[in-house]
């Protein structure tokens, strides 16, 4: 993945997680994910495909954030990974693609995004069928954390 | 999902399965899903997005079908889901994506390929964020069975 890609998914992310929630995560430094694990205990993934590039947005939260930022969302207090928990895990993964599927329009890469599908449990493994590195970051909020990874690349 | 829209996985799918392994699967009716479960111990899931249409396709399979297939792909004799078994899911995964996009582009439906990613555990909860239902087909094979899965829709 080139380093420049990631950008417009940091941005989207906070922009999303603010306006959504009112919550303000801290990102940490891009790293290039070795491990093939699911890292949180519910995981948003969406298929993001152009004529030039093609990879998935991954976005895993571990349980305190997720309560967290889905309680502020819908302002309920949540104490349960429940459905209405998953689907807003659905609701966020799409925003945040849609958000950089703009930013990278801009850089002359055009994405349509696919549907998001949602996977719940904890210890999960998840593999990447790609040659492209996948870069993950991630997000501090006052109760948790979360990740957001991507292997978005130019096709070969 | 469209009933038409069904049709160029099921080809696909036996196209690939019996060019790759010489094994040919039974196809089931298709039904539509109504849990959300993965199925099967190793997932492999691709989303596809075209201008009109959106959705993924998931192929999950259990463990005598998936150690079968492959087993006769590679040519070697696999007993356990290992990284060349779930790597070789997300090649039939995307193999199977491409036939079918060539089918759906002879019925005016282009997409675009995202990359496959796969998920590994039994029990796993893998739930849809997309309105369309989800069209399941079980397929048989002399040991096992797998189920190929789609909401490709169109985009409202």
Known sequence: MDASLINPFIKATLNVISTMSN?????????VKTSSD???IVTGVIGMAGQDVMGNLVISFDEASI????SAMLMENFQDINQDVVDAVGEITNMICGGAKKDLSEL???IEMATPV???GKGL????FSKAPVISLQFL????AFVVESNLSRRS
Chains 1, 2 share one sequence.
């Not at 309560?67 to 889905?70: F, G, H, N, P």
């Not at 909020?141 to 948790?144: E, M, N």
Request: glycine share 14%; charged share 15%.
């Open 23 to 31: 919550i303000n995560p801290k990102a940490g430094k891009p790293t």
């Open 108 to 110: 002359g890469l055009h």
């Open 67 to 70: 309560l967290e930022i889905v």
């Open 118 to 120: 949602m996977m719940i």
């Open 38 to 40: 699911a890292w949180g």
């Open 141 to 144: 909020t006052q109760k948790g």
């Open 125 to 128: 493994e998840l593999a990447q």
